[in-house]
């Protein structure tokens, strides 16, 4: 490094139902920042209730960006992410701002700071070996068999992503590395920016479940199932696998509605789903480094929050 002052750029990370929109309208109030969404279900549009996206009011109070960027029928990698990111964290700092990214996705987060590895193409003959494997033993014992293979990235999957499971198998059958092996090696250009991760983080793991509990409930009280019918109505080519239906809430909105569970079961799976994504991103934030840590269960969080970059921008 030459010396050159690199400008300042802020993470806010945290599990699901940490408060992190919250903190982050206000840090807008009181800072010059702006705001980059690092969520990979926000960037789907008409799919409001079930990502908990902010709502009009709070957009225009706090706008933030890559959120609403594509449609439900189309996929976005953290690939693209990063080259999102990228951009936009360079015209917030030509406009003298600072970039504040914020969100639950660790593996966007992660992406962008430490690179994405170079990953090989998708081999149609692989995938077609696996998903026969697949249809035979099932998903969940193909996800055993990543866990022999690679155990870091396999406890980070749920046992049912048949997607990014496939993708782990695929790319060690192809390259003889593990995912895990292939991001180590990675050593990408730094991230051109001086870096304060924050991370919201509950103190008391029962309580957060117990907040994941009443906002999936408001979420359906909101109409979540409503949502998924008009989303099925607006986009035919829409279906069960992709990418936007595997988000939490989704899938089980969308069993519910092909007679698959009921009501209570729709509400005690999305339920448990949300935790268990709560519980990965936990396990993501507690393996990065350089994380300052803020309880997100207290009352002055937000307050504490802005002092904090106030200080650290000084």
Known sequence: MSGKILPP???????????????????????????????????????????????????????????????????????????????????ITARGKVPLLVGGTMLYFNALQGGLGELPQANPQIRAQLDAEALQ????????KLAQIDPVTAARLQPSDAQRIQRALEVHAITGKTMTQIFAEQQSAQLPYRLLKLALVPSDRSVLHQRIAVRFEQMLAAGLVDEVIALRSKYPALHAELPSMRCVGYRQAWQYLDGEIGLDELREKGIAATRQLAKRQLTWLRGMDDTVCF????????????????AWLA
Request: negative net charge; charged residues 20%; hydrophobic residues 45%.
């Open 9 to 91: 750029a802020i993470f806010l990370m945290g599990p699901t139902a940490s408060g992190k929109t919250g903190a982050a309208v206000e840090i807008y109030q009181k800072l010059p920042v702006e705001l980059i969404s690092v969520d990979s279900a926000l960037v789907y549009r008409d799919m409001n209730i079930g990502t908990a996206k902010p709502d009009a009011a709070t957009l225009k109070l706090a706008p933030h960006h890559l959120i609403d960027v594509i449609d439900p029928t189309e996929a976005y990698s953290a690939a693209r992410f990063c080259s999102d990111a990228l951009q936009l964290m360079a015209e």
């Open 137 to 144: 033993a099932g998903w969940p014992a193909m996800h055993a």
């Open 295 to 310: 309880n997100c269960l207290e009352s002055d969080l937000n307050s504490r929050l802005c002092e904090y970059i106030k």
